[in-house]
Nanobody
Framework: QVQLVESGGGLVQAGGSLRLSCAAS????????MGWFRQAPGKEREFVAA????????YYADSVKGRFTISRDNTKKMAYLQMNTLKPEDTAVYYC???????????WGQGTQVTVSS
């Protein structure tokens, strides 16, 4: 049974930084691409960033490009999202997700709240 557990959220002032972590278990981690998504109040969940199984390929939403960095540590079965120069519009619940090659994101964490004050 795949389990994803996010941590690292919190309250930060605009311009600040946070690092989110996602601990994965119950899966062959290197078989999965990992993604980060977010959902703000009253809005649909949106893609933030993704990383391939080896860490060699990364993808970002335009809204976070240049500010956020996704990474992974396959030896620890961990994925990370380093968020710099945070803006109030980054306020959301952030979710970690996993998908097999060619598949959809079907495994999700419970989310971690990120609040950026102006």
């Amino acid at each position: 049974q795949v389990q994803l557990v996010e941590s690292g959220g919190g309250l930060v002032q605009a311009g600040g930084s946070l690092r989110l972590s996602c601990a994965a278990s119950g899966l062959t981690f290197t078989s999965y691409s990992m993604g980060w998504f977010r959902q703000a109040p009253g809005k649909e969940r949106e893609f933030v960033a993704a990383i391939g199984w080896s860490g060699g390929s990364t993808y970002y939403a335009d809204s976070v490009k240049g500010r956020f960095t996704i990474s992974r540590d396959n030896t620890k079965k961990m994925a990370y999202l380093q968020m710099n120069t945070l803006k109030p519009e980054d306020t959301a619940v952030y979710y970690c997700a996993a998908r097999l090659a060619g598949g959809k994101y079907e495994d999700w964490g419970q989310g971690t709240q990120v609040t950026v004050s102006s």
